[in-house]
């Protein structure tokens, strides 16, 4: 029972989760915390490839709007069944993925930054100006919401929330995999130093794909989850703006962290709800947050809690050090 | 009017104001390692700064530019001393990070102040119209070409002939390296924000008349300057100039012989064939 | 004929119009529904721009709506069945994107119980029209998109009237002004790409050549020259523009720089006095043009006292998403009271069109023939044409 | 000449230096020895100005000079040759050693004299002139780095290890060109792993440990302290 | 022999760095590199261990041409490196370090993540066994859990060597490890050494502490600009007079210092 104990408090969180739909039936509440949770999907693939691997990237808007274009146009244009078109949609989106992937990850630091800054915006411009395929400027409407599975359907705000919320959990516990596995360990090595990666045999062009691709494909199901849940996509979700906010979300809650993007997530778009009052100077006070955060809390909100520990932990170990520095050099060999 | 002429004119005055935002840019990106997503803000903040100076305190349009100059250069100043100068040591991500929390803050303060709404600027070279070789233009649009030209060789001279723009060079390159040899490093530092951020008003203040002022004006520029930073690779002078005016002209061109609908992309296009074939840039020099 | 003509505008991603004068869009609306005492309250709902590059069009449309609502709630309120109500305006912040509105409006239906929402674009009506039904509110949705009331949603009143009316007189004036060719260069908004494709097919119906067409986008395109420069190669004898009036202006006073000398096609959300303020009095730019006529322009019993108090209060002069939402509140109000209901939104969707015929003439901003079964209204328009610099109004009829 | 007097130095929690008092007087050539890690870099880049110390005073020809910025300090006379040489690795070396005469740039005909003198001590430098520092191998940069350094004509050079990473044939040359340096009337202080060759040059030495001065004396004091020969020298 | 190059060359724009070379390493052995700074010596390690393209010549490993190999392949063969500045990842523990240097014997995938397959398991435990093992051997054992970034420079190379060794190779490459490290503690390094050819590996070093290498080197490689001027063991280079001229200096100083 280590494994529960180790995650006391994630599984915490996850029974108040699915408590909350029984103990509320207020649908404004719920539709705010299944896009919280559907953005936190999108945001979990960013974390992947910029805070283990250490790309940062800047096309995960176009990514996102990639899997909830093709979600929308199977089901609307095509008439695809519902999870047939989730699939290819998620399939299409990693494809994409892999195609940028390929050239985008032959570009290092701030070149892979402005490089997919460009890509995500030569993905708006599509969307935005192909409108015979995308609608253009004027969206996608009257995209179906997520198929039955056998008797379960999901028409309602509930089902939906349930249902966005299992992906979330298969994404949270896809990523805790990965990240605490052997292929984790690649990925940090690469974010560490390209060059010593591939010195100690990591074939880092690989390594980076994988995560990038990986990547997408969660900001695609996001994307499609999205389509789906709001039932209508304009070409604004894949803007720079857009992309900038799911940047926010990733910084406040903490990069390179495993609950970051959902902290992050959860943590702005509900303050942002609770701020409407504030409109236009919400964004004043976001601004200089964002900076503040990045000088002073650079892995956001979990990554000082972390710290804070860590902090605790060190000053503990000094003293040891201290008594035990006395007899520390090495006499060479074992 | 013939077409083709018009268009080269249209390429030149609009590659000169890219290639002003690009030099502005490629100081603090190429040379600080600084990539300042907040440069369209500065930007845009130059074009209110000179519309404003001359709408609400009734300055002519060079003092008024004077003036922007000495805002937006003077706010540059103040995000290198209190955001960049403390994210020295902080990897390179957190820089991108502050710099958008910026640009978000900037463009909210402006729209709080006047409004989100489009502004014109008209100048005492807004209406005079002079038409040579084929060609029709204001001679605010000279304007545009003679300044920003005047403006690019004085940098270069300054860079490169003067011991004061070898610091900002030499600082770029080992920060507590330049400090040991006598150079006051923040004083480099916040001379270099000084100078992109003159820049980005100069190239709003003399835009601006033949566009519009209004709060997103920044957005595409920088996106654009971006991609004129690297294709004339990061931190060169000279790069940046030539990389502006490649882009004005293919844009012009490119919208009359390709696509009007897509000629905003050929800057990424070209971006995204440049570094497919060459990772590091088309300039880039030998790595260690 | 109409003697209520005026624009018709939406303003899609791009801020409104607005002369340099204007209220600031960041500027919060004080929203003063103080409550007449001893009534009841009907809490309205609003989900527009109110932040980002929108906010001025947004809080324009909010000013209409608590103007009215405040004169309301001044006369002390309206009577229903017997009882006296109040309007109380609850507005939220959408930033123009879907999403948001669908929570603002789950969250006004949760929190105010309102029976009616404010939705002043489409991409906010579609996404809220997937639930509204359900949720038993009523969307009065600003957005020119026929597809909101195609969509058979049966609590959808579409509040501006189509563009269609327009093109036909347009044309026909411009045609036998200039000549009949004609080269299109609309802004790249939902309205400028709906008004392109309706113009270019009945241009050429009319026996007019189309000889160029693009789009301007105002919010990236860097320059207009290159687009202006393309436009003119053909040596077209009209060329149709439009969008916001200060971009419109711009785009105007660069053709003419360009040598153009034939007439402008005015889409009907720029305004012809405003471009001439923009460009600070020029009358050879604006020369033949034809658009629509502003409010201003068109001053008449039912609008005269709002276009005043407006300007009063606001230092600006009215848009036309001011006046809609303005005329809006009045309908709704009567529409309550022919329902005899305050909360049954559909009782009160089946009551808009008799409302709309009680609403008290001095405030029929605009001449409103109805409330059609699907829920859109209907506007008669008029034209504005430039004729030896002077703005004149034409019927359409004429 | 230059004075520290219980001087403390911290690396937020960490004290790398811990109440050092040494002196260093006008013509010497002092050396400190250390190993890793003791705090003879964190000493050099206090004087210089990089660090500031938590506690103690340093003074300069009797002025008080703790926490003033390196850059002051070099128009003042203390000239600073770090670890890790921070060179502007995309300059060439004729623009790195310009770049050395920043404080004393008005002055051009002893730039040009300096410049001379550069170029005679480290023949490969002037050879280079056009390479940039950065394509230079180890031991090239740790002399364009020195050269740099003496740019500045300072009255007291600060040489961080300057022997690190370089052939014996160089390390001899360097030696020789600090004893030259030295008995051209410059001070320096040099800290160094390579006891033996620096004791030889050396009128003096402190020996540091974890932060604080263990030993300290003359060239034969030292050569004849038993530890110091075993933990520094070898054998 | 075990790895050979013939004609290697390798050219910065107009500068030869490494030229027209000729190396053989042998099985079991110390191979040291020497010359004067700037003879190119690093860059005959980078172009072999495939981090830098080669510009003209061959190389073989076990008869095998691996010339075009990149460096993450020529790892995999059994060839390993540490860098002349140290190159850890600071901000890791010198386990985590050592760890992922074993990833590249290991064959688990994200499936095998994802499903927790019996081979990640094992070879999570593999990695973290073969870690401990070298942290072991190269005496670490009681910093593993220790930042990279708090422990000693001497210890920074012992956990270099870690993680080379952590690769399972048949040779290292060792570029300066004894720079900056005291005679005290450069003595442990040269044991330290021993006991890797002891354990049957074969080390190729760079060193400019004459006084290391004539002690524990077989056989020494001398370049001068690019340019292999002399091979042969300790004695008959001590004695070559071009490499006395090129490099070693007429005086005693530099070989005593050490
Ligand atoms: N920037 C820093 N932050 C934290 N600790 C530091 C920093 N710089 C040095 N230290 C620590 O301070 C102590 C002294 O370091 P210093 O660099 O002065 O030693 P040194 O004698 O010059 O060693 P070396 O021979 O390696 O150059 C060491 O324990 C080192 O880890
Ligand atoms: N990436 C590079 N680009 C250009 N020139 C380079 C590059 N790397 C090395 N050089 C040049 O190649 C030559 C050999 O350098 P290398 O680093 O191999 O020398 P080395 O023998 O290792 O010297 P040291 O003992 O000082 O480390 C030098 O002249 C150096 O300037
Ligand atoms: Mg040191
Ligand atoms: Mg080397």
Redesign the pocket.
Known sequence: MSMVKRNATPLIFLLIALVVPLVTDNQYYLYILTLAFIWSIAIYGMNLISGYTGQLTLAHAGFFAIGAYSLGLLTVDVNVPYWLAFLLACVITTVAGLLIGLIALRTKTHYFAIYTLCVGYIIYLIIYQWDELTGGVRGLIGIEPPGAIGPITFESAESNYYLVLAFLVLTIVFMKFITESLVGRTFVAIRNSEELAQTIGINTMKQKLLSFVISTFFAGMAGALYASFVRFIGPEISYTMTMFDMLTYLIVGGIGTMYGPLVGTFLIVTLTQSLQFMEEYRMLIFGPVLVLLVIFYPRGIVGGIQMWKAKRQYKKQQKMAKQASNSSTYGGGD | MDVLAQQLFNGLTIGSVYSLVALGLTLVYGILHIPNFAHGALYMVGGYATLMSMTLLGMPYFIAMFIAILVVGGIAVLMERLVFNQLRDSPPIHDKIAAIGLLLFLETLIRVIWGADYRSMSTPFSDNIVSFLGVTVTTQRILIVVAAILVMIALQLFLKKTMIGASIIAMSQDREGAFLQGINANRVAMLTFFISGGLAAVAAGINAPINLVYPDMGHLVILKAFVIVIIGGMGSVPGAILGGYILGFSESLGATFISAEYSDIIAFVLLVIILTVKPQGLFAKGAH | GGEDADITEEAEGTPAPGGPDDEGGGEEVEVDTEVAEGTEVIDIGFSGPLSGAGAYYGNNTLNGISMAMEEINEDGGFEVDGETYSFNLVSLDDQYLPDETGANVRRLVQEDDTPFIFVPHSGGTYATQVFNEQDEVLLGSYSSEPEITQQGNDLTWRIPPTYDNYIEPFSEYQMERFGTDLAMLPPNTEFGMDWAEALGPAWEEMGGDVIHESSVDYAQDTDFYTLVTNALADDPDVLFVGGSSEPTAQVMSQARELGFEGGFLVMDQAKLDEIDNVLGGAPDVIEGSVGVAPLVDDIHEGNEQFVSDYQEMHDADPGSEAGYHYYSVYILAEAMKAAGETEDAHAIREHLDEGLHQVDEDKRIYDVSGIDEDGGMTTELRMAVVEDGEVELVDFDH | MLTLTDVSVR??F?E?LSDISMHVEAGELVVLL??????????FRTISGLNKPAKGRIEWKGKSIGGVPASNLVKAGIGHCP?GRKLFPEMNVSENLKMGSYAVRRDKKAVAETLERVYTLFPILEEKQKASAGSLSGGQQQMLAIGRAMMARPELLLL??PSIGLAPLIVEQVFDVIQEINRGGTTVLL?E?NANAALKIADRGYV?ED?KIVVEGDREELFANDDVRKAYIGA | MFIETKGLTKAFGGLTAVDNVDVGIEKGKITAIIGPNGAGKSTLFNVISGFYPTTKGTITFNGEDITKKKAFNVAKLGIARTFQTTNLFEQATVMDNVIVGHRLRTKSGVFDALLRTPRLKREERESREKAEEVLAFVGLTKEANRLVSDVS?EAKKRAAFAVALATDPEVVFLDEPAA?VNPDETDGLIDLMHKMVANGLTVCLIEHKMQMIMEIADHIVVLNQGKKIAEGTPEEIQNNETVIQAYLGGGDEAVDAN
């Open positions: 690396y937020g960490y790398a250390g190993a890793n890690g003791a705090g003879k870099s964190t000493i670890e961080d290890e800290a792993q540091i932060g | 420079q900056g």
